[in-house]
Structures are given as structure tokens and as C-alpha cells.
């Protein structure tokens, strides 16, 4: 305990990276919102309300962990990763709308993010360490995903036709899975993060 409190920081307001996030989550939620065009509006006024909702969720971690810099800036970038991943995976889901291959892919996705999430411990682990049996468990379920996902994407493409604006919904959306199978990690203490850092640790 003694370790903790000489290690740890206090973040002011002017240094917890709130509003750089916010201004991230505009860069990347607004130019996604169109795709597809024909929703554009809607989706411009969506993605700017749960930026701000994130932005206001971020600001009360820092409310609570503004005394430990360690732990706000790890749940600060867990709730950034996942807005992102957010983002970055909607884009694809608006083009599949009223098809079987959206019901698809949305349940898969939200499998996916609640296994990692009832994982965040092992994810860490996996990532801190690859040595041990948590990076095995990245890896097999992220391309147990990409293969549904994949599969997905590549029969509505078969049995639709296919505009060139869906390649780049198709890489936002990796892109996007790979942050939600990183995302959980954040959730570990600094404390367990060393803990887990440890060869000796199983």
C-alpha cells in the first residue's frame, strides 16, 4: 500500500485528456455517420450525443480517480477504446440494416465484447504477458469473430451490390473489433496489472 500512494498521482482538470478525447470521438464518429449517406443527418446528430455522453462518463471517473492517475487514465482510455470501437463497427451494421446478415453480425458482436468483458482479467494478462494462456484466448476469440464477421460481410456482398464506400465500413469495422478485444484489459488494477506482469503468475 505504501508503494501505491508514492507512486500515485493526482491528474488536474487541465491535464485528464477529456477534451482531447471528445475532440477524437468528433474526428472519427462524425465522418463515420456517412455511411451510408442516405442517414447521414440522423446519425451526425447520434454519434455527437454519445460523445458527449462518453465525455460526461469520463469526466465522472475523474471526479472519483482524479487521486490516482494510474487507475483514471486506465478506465479514461478503456471508455475511449470503446467509444471508438463503437464508431468504428456502427458503420457496417447501418449497410446490413433489414438484412439477416445484420441480425447476424450485431448478435456475434455482443457476444464477442460480453466474453471479453467477463475476461478483462485473463485479456490483461494475455497482453501483458504473452506467454501465458490469456494471450491464447485473444487470439482464438478474435479470429473466431473476424470469421463470423467475415463470413458475414462476405455473403451480403455476394447477394448485394455492393457499393465502394463498404470497403472502408469493412476495415472502420475491424479495426473496431480489435479495439473492443483490447478494451477489457483496462479494467485491471495497477496493482493486478504487476501482479500479472509477474513470469510466476499463472
Do not use: C
Not at 22 to 31: R, V
Not at 48 to 68: E, G, S
Not at 167 to 187: K, N, Q, T
Amino acid at each position: 500500500m505504501e508503494t501505491k500512494k508514492m507512486t500515485t498521482k493526482n491528474v488536474s482538470f487541465s491535464n485528464n485528456r477529456i477534451f482531447i478525447t471528445f475532440t477524437l470521438f468528433l474526428m472519427i464518429g462524425l465522418p463515420a455517420s456517412f455511411i451510408p449517406e442516405e442517414t447521414y443527418i440522423k446519425w451526425l446528430l447520434i454519434n455527437f450525443f454519445i460523445a458527449v455522453i462518453l465525455t460526461v462518463v469520463n469526466y465522472m471517473i475523474w471526479t472519483k480517480q482524479k487521486h490516482d492517475s494510474k487507475r483514471y487514465f486506465s478506465l479514461h482510455s478503456f471508455v475511449m477504446m470503446l467509444g471508438l470501437a463503437f464508431y468504428a463497427t456502427s458503420p457496417i451494421l447501418r449497410l446490413f440494416y433489414t438484412s439477416m446478415y445484420f441480425w447476424i453480425l450485431l448478435g456475434g458482436l455482443i457476444l464477442y465484447t460480453v466474453f471479453l468483458l467477463s475476461k478483462y482479467d485473463a485479456i490483461a494478462g494475455g497482453l501483458l504477458n504473452p506467454r501465458k494462456k490469456g494471450f491464447k484466448l485473444l487470439v482464438f476469440s478474435f479470429f473466431a469473430i473476424v470469421f463470423v464477421a467475415g463470413s458475414s460481410i462476405w455473403g451480403y456482398m455476394l447477394a448485394s451490390d455492393a457499393a465502394p464506400v463498404n470497403e472502408v465500413a469493412v476495415i472502420l469495422f475491424f479495426m473496431g473489433l480489435f479495439l473492443l478485444m483490447v478494451a477489457p484489459s483496462m479494467l485491471v488494477t495497477p496493482e493486478r496489472a504487476e501482479e500479472l506482469k509477474a513470469p510466476q503468475h499463472n
